[in-house]
Every structure is written in structure tokens, then in C-alpha cells.
């Protein structure tokens, strides 16, 4: 599959915490391109209130 890097103005991005397995992660996707999603442990993502 080729990976086509530009913008989309139809994409639909979504993030969510995965509290289901035995260390929650963070899961941030583009659910309108199959497989285009990453994760990371929950106590590793970035906490957004202090970016600001």
C-alpha cells in the first residue's frame, strides 16, 4: 500500500483512551482511511493542558 502524506479535507480524526487492556493507551485515528491509527501508553502521551 502506498502512503500519500498530503491532507485530506475529508479526514475524520478521533482520539480515545483504551482502557481495556492492562495498560490503558491513548488511540489516535483517521477513521475514514483504513489502517491509519497509532497508540501510545496513556502515561506516555503528551497531557494537553500543558502545551498551552
Do not use: G, K, Y
Not at 479535507?9 to 482511511?33: F, G, K, Y
Amino acid at each position: 500500500m502506498t502512503r500519500d502524506p498530503t491532507p485530506r479535507d475529508d479526514s475524520q480524526v478521533m482520539a480515545s483512551v483504551d482502557e481495556s487492556a492492562s495498560r490503558p493507551s491513548l488511540v489516535i485515528a483517521d477513521i475514514s482511511t483504513e489502517e491509519a491509527w497509532l497508540s501510545v501508553r496513556q502515561s506516555d502521551a503528551a497531557v494537553l493542558e500543558e502545551w498551552c
